[in-house]
């Protein structure tokens, strides 16, 4: 590689040696080998995705219904397969982890101390920004205006504008498997360790612009979601009278408003000390990383339970429809989640207890942290008391809940403990840590989000998925957890430390055999979950619920068709009560077409997303390569876009009357056509997604 | 042969599964060793106590409840629209919020007592040890003895240790999993902490926080001696005619594990101090 002449300049710091091929050539150790194998699977999964596109002859259909749509429907669905695909590599990553271990007790491995340190921070990095987030806004896209009895969210172009944000950090998350490598310092990036002075390589950028673009799509969303759950609701849908679910996604807009800047400002302060010699979090020259530490947590913990509070809105819809009866303690559970939301930011220095700090400051935030317990463990027995008297059917979202209620109390068991100070001394940084948060977000996060993967399915695809892959997946989750965690805490106990590429007892083996066995397992549920979708697509003839009310549902979200059309409702509808749906079926006819219907006005497709997320995307790839023409190209498409798109006034097109007319009647044709359910049959063919009303 | 003996150990050991997790845990705070671990694994042993009659109640009543209440049992009650009752309202928040109140004094008292920077009571005065985390090694100077070791902590038993951290590098962090900790060493900042063995033994210690590399071999044990078996160490060590001059010091900062621990017979003075300036200067 020459260092002179224009080459330097085009392609910045990048060489032949970035490229995992080839290290793999000159060296090639398991462990290279492994790096390589990963770039060519994500290789040929692109060129494979790509060929298949062009051999069915679907990109003008991909670019124009798809890509460039402002439909919160489609949107919705986007980011949720972005996180299917996301967290395909980042548990596959966590295997390889598991085999790591197992393998390296007083042994080097198959993985060198780099490969793993790389692989722990882009299983962390992704599953929180890139599988969680993505999963749940998809969820609260999709859902929450269907809920609210809306046309869509609020500001539709910026939805999308968030999702190409989100969708491009996610690119450069891969490309760091293909080009250059990955950050070593952990999903939360400490300084110093990821300053110039340690490590002058690309990996830190690549972290740091991809948090930054997926921070700024957060943000956004939040905003969005916000204003939409505040200024969209229908007629009569008062805050004290809105599902659960939206109660949730609210708090979890409200956190991601306040809660994403300051990461966003982190990262900011970290690439100006990386790119421009500043010393925010330097050892030298009055550089602190403590603020660092500070300004990451406060929003890391916030960000918690951005994760955790729509997985908790999801288990209230769930528990209720599936017991079929009304949610206990409703008010209740809206005083919880909001008490949650505000004592997040209370807590976050629990994370650093061991920083040095005084006894009064850990005291305080030990006890805040406590504190979280309460409403939390309010919640649990508010969905226990929603079964209590009901009729509790077990389905697979059914069946995530129970698992998640149990299975949290334990996570929330040794969250207590690690809330005192003295306790999270000795288990801090250690296996326990490890075990803990997973113990937390698996049923937290996890859990909620294949609930409702499971439960609104049909509604957004119009036929259910298969029950019995759907349940060998469910037992596949549950099983492979506890298998891989559980050992976790008794190592952790035992004082092994996190981030460890290699043991050093024998003693530790055993429960290094059962945690990788688990990991397995976990992999095999996540191969059932595609299993089912593939089972589910072939056999879905069978299974359609066009009418739209699969499980006697009880919001509106249930009362249109399935798949909904992309205006969503005809005629807005008015709400009186909480389970608008559930009332009508039982007072009166739900499924009377209106006198007349109108013409309605939905946003036009826009480029603007795209455009924003791939410029976005490329100005973060030149920053990490120190390609500045790429960098400044990237921004000025971004500026210019966002320029042009301000001048365009041709936005909406119209839904002419007539045609919503024959839309709405072929659905009502199929209502009076379908055979009511009683709720036995619901997992079989016979449903037709016609509940049968008893009472 | 040792692999062949330790697989067929391992499948003897697979029905025990339980027990031989036990011998994990006695690398742990079950198996403490001095005052401050014993003290707080008494503190883990009450709080988990009292966590069992707060999680214990929802593992019974989540699948006794989902288990009766099931669609197929036509003799459990079914009152679709009730949703409301002021005495489990009451039941479901005071307890709870009592139990929140007795830890949090609990939890008070405890982080007070159990302090790191808090001195230990004792007759005798502390050691003073001062540990400084390295790429991938700690150097722990003994300023009182003027001696000083690389990846191994003598200490006395029965007398109180008063540990002075910085980083010469990234950040790091002290564990002694039966002995006490954590606490971070941050380069050109000091944190302190104190501990003390109650009986004599080898306790292992590491570094928890990710630094590079070497990190998984930032391991050292630390070896309790009676009184008089410690000072004949120390004067053994400062015998040994190996003090840390200008080569030694340089090859501490390069990053690397030493594959033996190392023992220097005598330290320049205020190398502590030195170290924690020399780690704000500009690179």
Known sequence: MTTQGIWPAV???????????????????????????????????????VALITRLGKWRYLWSEWLTSLDHKKIGIMYTVLAFVMLSRALIEAVLMRMQQAAAIDNPGFLAPDHFAQLF???????????????????????????????????????????????????????????????????????????????????????????????????????????????????????????????????TSILMIFAMPPLTVATALLALDRYLGFHFFTNDLGGNMMNYANLFWLFGHPEVYILILPAFGVYS??????????????????????????????????????????????????????????????????????????EVRFTVPMLYSLAFMMTFVLGGFTGILLAFPPLDYLVHNTLFLVAHFHNMLIPGLLYGMLAGYHYWFPKAFGFRLNEKWGRISFGCWVIGFYLAFMPLYVLGAAGVARRTQGMFDPIFRPWLYVAGVGALILLAALGALFIQFWVSIRERDANRVFAGDPWDGRGLEWSIAAPPPEYNYACIPQVHDRDPFFDAKRNDDPYVPPASYDAIELPKSSMTGPVIGVAGAATAFGLVWHMWWLAIIGMLAIIATVIARSFARDVHRIIPADEIERTERRWLRAVAEATPIVREVEMTSANQGLAEVSE | MKALRSRSRLFAMLPLLPLSGCDALKLGVMNHAGPIAASQWHLYVIVGIVLVFVAGPVLLLTPLIAWHYR???????????????????????????????????????????????????????????????????????????????????????DRPVHISLTSGTVMQALLIPRLAGQIYAMAGMT??????????????????????????????????????????????????????????????????????????????????QNILAKSKEPR
């Open chain 2, 71 to 157: 669609l197929s049992n036509k003799q459990s009650a079914f009152r679709p629209k009730w949703d409301f009752s002021w005495t489990l309202e009451g039941f479901i928040w005071i307890p709870p919020t009592g139990i929140v109140i007795g830890l949090g004094f609990l939890l008070w008292h405890y982080t007070h007592t159990l302090d790191p920077y808090r001195p230990i009571a004792s007759d005798q005065p502390a050691l003073e040890v001062q540990a400084v985390g390295l790429d991938w090694k700690w150097l722990f100077i003994y300023p009182d003895q003027r001696i000083a070791t690389v990846n191994q902590l003598f200490i006395p038993v």
């Open chain 1, 317 to 390: 819809e769930v528990v209720s429809t599936f017991s079929s009866k009304e949610l206990y303690g409703y008010t209740s559970l809206v005083l919880a989640t909001a008490a949650i939301a505000l004592l997040s930011f209370t807590v976050w220095v629990h994370h650093f207890f061991t920083m040095g700090q005084n006894a009064d400051i850990n005291a305080a935030f030990g006890i805040a942290t406590m504190t979280i317990g309460v409403p939390t463990g309010v919640k649990i027995y508010d969905w226990i008391w929603t079964m209590f008297r009901g």
């Open chain 1, 121 to 251: 921070s882009t299983h962390g990095s992704i599953m929180i920004f890139f599988m969680a987030m993505p999963f749940l806004v998809g969820l609260i896209n999709y859902v929450m205006p269907l809920q609210i009895g809306g046309r869509d969210v609020a500001f539709p172009l910026l939805n999308s504008i968030s999702l190409w944000l989100t969708g491009g950090a996610a690119g450069l998350m891969m490309a760091s498997l293909v080009i250059g490598e990955f950050s070593t310092g952990g999903w939360s990036s400490y300084p110093p360790y990821t300053e110039l002075a340690f490590n002058p390589g690309v990996g830190p950028d690549y972290w740091i612009w991809a948090v930054t673009l997926g921070s700024i799509g957060s943000t956004l969303t939040g905003i969005n979601f916000a204003v939409t759950i505040y200024k969209m609701r229908c007629p009569g849908m008062h805050l004290m009278r809105m599902p659960l679910f939206v109660w949730t996604a609210l708090c």
């Open chain 2, 191 to 272: 944190t302190q902490l104190n501990l003390a063995a109650s009986r004599s033994g080898v306790y292992r210690g590491e570094n928890t926080q990710f630094n590079g590399d070497g990190f998984q071999n930032e391991k050292f044990n630390v070896t309790a001696l009676p009184s008089d078996d410690f000072d004949r160490w120390v004067a053994a060590v400062r015998a040994s005619s190996h003090p840390l001059d200008a080569t030694a010091y340089a090859g501490l900062f390069r990053q690397s594990s030493p594959p033996q621990p190392i023992v220097f017979s005598s330290v320049p003075q205020r190398l502590f």
């Open chain 1, 11 to 49: 392609l910045g710091r990048l060489d032949w040696h970035e490229l995992p091929f080839v290290r793999a050539w000159e060296n090639p150790t398991a462990s290279e080998i492994i790096g390589a194998g990963a770039a060519l699977i994500v290789i040929i999964g692109a060129v494979f995705v």
